[in-house]
């Protein structure tokens, strides 16, 4: 059976509904770009494809490439609203073949090698719907982080992994073309499964500027639209250096819509002091109108 991206993220906070409100709305203009492009193949795996879906025919697969974290707020309990740890992670897919519902898991440890997080019952499970070969794919995530004899536990590392995907053979004339709107697209731009995420601007806000709204535009080459899985953003230093991340798992009406539209998301208690505002990276996660799990 597929398997899903599993990315432990924060409570949600009263933050979310402003979230909602500061999505880019449906764009008029949001139109799918001529000529579009259907989705990427997808086959049904037989039961033995499924059996050694992690490793695809060329014998390349999927990668974390780049990882970071940066433990935020007080050292003290008890819980507060910013005793977090921001990460992000970038996943290559070096195959010839499409990677769907891949599956990244943060374990976020303390010195002793024990989970340092705060299990809570809103920890959701997320994925990478699809991932085309070449593709660099972000993903964010917050961590609540448990406390122990009054203080919080320090992280001392977070080991980000990649697994269970299936995999089907990309069909040129089905996926996206790169060089389209080059000249547009080129400027801080990323690509998940094709659809490609302009980042505009970082904000930083909040009495101890932790939290962060990060403004974008989406462009999607597809003739139909796909449906919204959630957003990730990528947080960098000034030297490159990835230095945490954040996930939003709200829904806007615009997400994944065909042709290009706005988009704006609320990330709290994610942004570290360290991040250099102009180099967030923002990724849209969007799967398939065909994907049997949407």
Known sequence: MPLSVVVLVAVVTAGAAVALQMRGQPDATATPTAPCVGPPDRATPSAAEEATATVPPDGNGLDVVESGFTQLGSSSAPITRNSMVSIGAVVANTSTHTAHRALVTFNVLDSAGESAVLTTILDQPREIPVILPGERIGVGGQFWI??????????????????????????????????????????????????????????????????????YEAHSPYCQKWTSVGTSAVFRDEAGTVVGGGFDPTVSPSACLPGRHPGSTLLPSSLPPAAADTRTEVYQHCAPPDDPQQ
């Open 146 to 215: 448990r406390s122990e004899d009054g203080q919080r536990v320090e992280v001392a590392r977070v080991n980000a992994t990649v697994s269970g995907a299936t995999w089907t053979a990309t069909a040129t004339a089905n996926t996206p073309d790169a060089t389209r709107d080059a000249a547009v697209d080129a400027a801080a731009a990323t690509t998940a499964g094709g659809i490609t995420t302009r980042h505009l601007e970082t904000r930083r806000h909040g009495t101890d500027q932790i939290d962060a709204t990060v403004t």
